[in-house]
């Protein structure tokens, strides 16, 4: 890490009078200026917040912010901030930041951004968490509270073994979040596909918890009839244990969704487990239906085994609907790749789908080779005051920023228009199950009235017209 230099200070544990306080908060991307309102279509539980307050002392003292449904008290007295930092909220991170800075409040912050990025988290954070929190955390809050922080802290030895925290959850209550229950099993993927920022975190490495705690906080927190979304970036990394985990689950008769890659769809034993043990459905990254494209994202294994329509074919034949995802803006793409994906989406009858264009986040193999080949339009993007979200940061090959934009909103409209859903509907996988039709509508309804999201939000919050404080320039407010 270039720019910060990590020093070790002797330990000097002086008795305190008063308890610690610890504040957590969960950035929201950005609100345009005269809104309060955010987006709360997709309201579900942020689990990083949950997992550090899990990872906190119990003697500690603390409170929980969704910057998202609610608004921050940066008066209340509290001895540290705790925020995870992605990169589309890294410019609101920061400005809450510094509202607590100016107030004599140290804050750290970690997550996807800060590992990726540590050199511009710390210009605005008082300490930088690289890697994962679950082996320095109690000794970041020790070191906190006794007046010997440091600049950073690094996860070394090893990736550290996620089954040791199960999430706080008591952080929830009174929040108002959708019913339903997010869990973790793995963490990372074993692939390295060239625009993801997750297998960059985590080096192309995958890890578990093991499935006897995955279980034990299953039988503690699932409700009748409530789905389970085993958050994993991809559930069937570890195939292996994947299946330990769908036995375990099948006594449990949980409905649940996952993500997956392709791959799963021919191996029999794990599509039968994944039937058994009450998945209704996972989410494929199937990108693109192109060889060219796939190779050139390192996604060349989408296309074995006759790739997209044969997977298809096979989920369907267990009974397992599917969210298929595209991204669109690789050198090969063309307007009639748009259509050619669309067409192919309503014909396979996909629950649901998602058309995005590529988007270079920090620290992957896309974003390096962008900007060795000068394709950067914003460097860095995230903090541009510019940018809003949905805008595409670089120069396609094929069409410009703004047509590679709105083609992805059209299809969207089109893939989400009622014909669309009436004709997808009507594929025996969606149909099948009363209550997975009745989510169908339900959620591609949903969909329909989001269908362009975010597209256009700042970055930020607009309404915050003080300049973002970098460490070193606070001033204690009065």
């Not at 509202?99 to 750290?108: I, K, L, M, Q």
């Not at 099993?185 to 625009?195: D, N, Q, S, V």
């Not at 693109?288 to 074995?304: E, P």
């Amino acid at each position: 890490m270039s720019g910060l230099i990590e020093i070790r200070r002797p330990r000097r544990r002086p008795a305190r009078v008063r308890p610690f306080h610890l504040t957590i908060i969960h950035p929201c991307v950005g609100r345009r200026e005269g809104s309060r309102a955010y987006m709360n279509t997709w309201k579900m539980e942020p689990i990083p917040a949950a997992l550090i307050s899990a990872l906190t002392p119990a003697d500690v003292e603390r409170t929980f912010y969704d910057d998202r449904i609610e608004a921050i008290d940066y008066d209340r007295r509290t001895d540290l901030v705790a925020i995870s930092v992605e990169t589309y909220t890294a410019k609101r991170a920061y400005q809450i930041a510094s509202e607590f800075r100016a107030r004599g409040v140290p804050v750290v912050m970690g997550g996807y951004h800060a590992t990726l990025c540590p050199d511009e988290v710390s210009e605005y954070a008082d300490s930088v968490v690289v890697g994962e929190a679950e082996t320095l955390f109690a000794e970041l809050i020790d070191d906190y509270r006794y007046g010997t922080p440091r600049r950073v802290y690094r996860s070394e030895g090893g990736r550290p073994d996620p089954s040791v925290v199960t999430p706080d959850r008591g952080l929830f209550t009174g929040k108002g979040y959708l019913p339903i229950r997010l869990i973790e099993f793995g963490r990372g993927c074993k692939y390295r596909c060239e625009f993801c920022a997750v297998t960059s975190f985590h080096d192309g490495t995958q890890t578990h918890r093991r499935v006897e705690h995955v279980v034990r906080e299953l039988q503690r927190v699932k409700r009748p009839g409530q789905l389970v979304f085993f958050i994993d970036d991809n559930i069937t990394s570890d195939l292996e244990a994947a299946k330990e985990l769908m036995r375990a689950l099948i006594p449990l008769k949980v409905r649940w969704v996952s993500q997956a890659s392709i791959e799963v769809a021919f191996d029999d034993e794990a599509l039968s487990l994944m039937k058994r043990s009450g998945c209704q459905g996972v989410l494929v990254g199937f990108e693109s239906l192109h060889k060219a494209t796939l190779k050139k994202m390192k996604k060349g294994f989408n296309a074995n085994h006759g790739g997209p329509p044969a997977a298809l074919a096979r989920f369907r034949k267990y009974g397992l609907r599917i969210y298929g995802t595209f991204v669109f803006g690789y050198d090969h793409d063309t307007e009639e790749t748009f259509e050619e994906t669309l067409r192919f989406a309503q014909d396979q009858g996909l629950f649901i789908s998602a058309f995005n264009h590529i988007t270079p986040f920090p620290g992957t193999p896309l974003y390096k080779r962008l900007g060795k080949e000068g394709r950067l339009l914003m460097d860095p993007w995230w903090l541009d005051d510019e940018y809003r979200y949905g805008m595409v940061p670089f120069t396609p090959r094929s069409m410009s920023p703004e047509r590679l934009a709105a083609r992805c909103i059209d299809a969207r409209k089109r893939f989400y228009g009622w014909s669309s859903i009436r004709r997808r509907l009507g594929h025996w996988v969606n149909l099948r199950d009363p209550l997975m039709a009745f989510y169908f509508v339900v959620i591609n309804a949903m969909h329909q009235v989001d269908v362009k999201g975010r597209h256009g939000l700042p970055l930020g919050d607009q309404n915050h017209h003080v300049p973002i404080l970098r460490v070193g320039h606070e001033t204690r407010a009065a």
